[in-house]
């Protein structure tokens, strides 16, 4: 079976959190990687309640230095350091992380346990084997990242059936990675019987910024597109002042785009007894399309 890219919203509120709405945080898990972006205040006891550990971090991805993003950076950083994470932990960020983040050590007077590696990045600056990553700048009046989550498109070998023809796993399957038949101990065994097709599939996070051109560009042809949407319509020029969307501006960039599914967050507390009217005003655009709340859990 194809590997799945799971998406779990830790925190979906804007600045000021709600009862129901923590401050932002998302994490994604693919195979051995869980990649944490943004860490607003309470995401540790966010862990604890959605029943996952945070000692599974591998990194951390930082859209901007806003409060309601990173204020639980420290929780974090220090329940690892008591849990015994014995990892390296990759932080990446916009221009500034590296310096906010040796202050951020600095203040709270952090022993380091772990090594952790802090990188400020644009473009693509992790390509692995089965995925990448990459970052785009936004426009939200300091330095302000998205990112991209991509999972490389390759045929893979189906472990089950190599079980049930007693075929050994080793150098000898190179080929059928490539699409080629292979003679093992005098048997032809072929490729089209033996492996399966995962496409390319892509996650784009695009939290704080103002409506721009970069967004439909950097979030093209998205399996997932997940945006903010802090404001109605009817606030679209308070929307603009605050370097924020509103729903119909993410609904439009996810339709431009040709993304498959939009999620929004970011909800403003004002819409808090009302979602509906954000989810309305952005299914008039684009039909697939949901708002997240704290918890909920999304597989492409």
Known sequence: MPSQIKVTFLGTSDQIPSADRNHTAILLSYEGENILIDCGEGTQRQFRKAGLNPCKLTRILITHWHGDHVLGIPGILSTLALQGYNKTLHIYGPKGTKEFMEELLKVFGFKKKYEIKVEEVHGKFLDMKDFYLEA??????????????????????????????????????????????????????????????????????????KFNSKIEEFSKNSDLLILESSFSDELAEQAKEHLHMT??????????????????????QRYEKAPQIILKEAKKIFGSVAIAKDFDVFEV
């Open 247 to 268: 729903a119909k501006q993410a609904a439009q960039a996810a339709k431009k785009a040709k993304a498959k599914k939009l999620i929004l967050t970011h909800l403003s």
């Open 136 to 209: 785009e700048k936004m426009e939200h009046g300091i330095p302000c990242n998205s990112y991209n989550f991509v999972k490389k498109g390759f045929l893979k070998i189906d472990k089950t059936k190599l079980k049930k023809l007693k075929l050994p796993e080793g150098s000898h399957l190179a080929e059928l990675k490539n699409g080629k038949d292979i003679v093992f101990n005098g048997k032809k065994y072929k490729a089209k019987e033996l492996t399966f097709s995962e496409n390319e599939k892509k996650v784009s996070v695009i939290l704080d910024t």
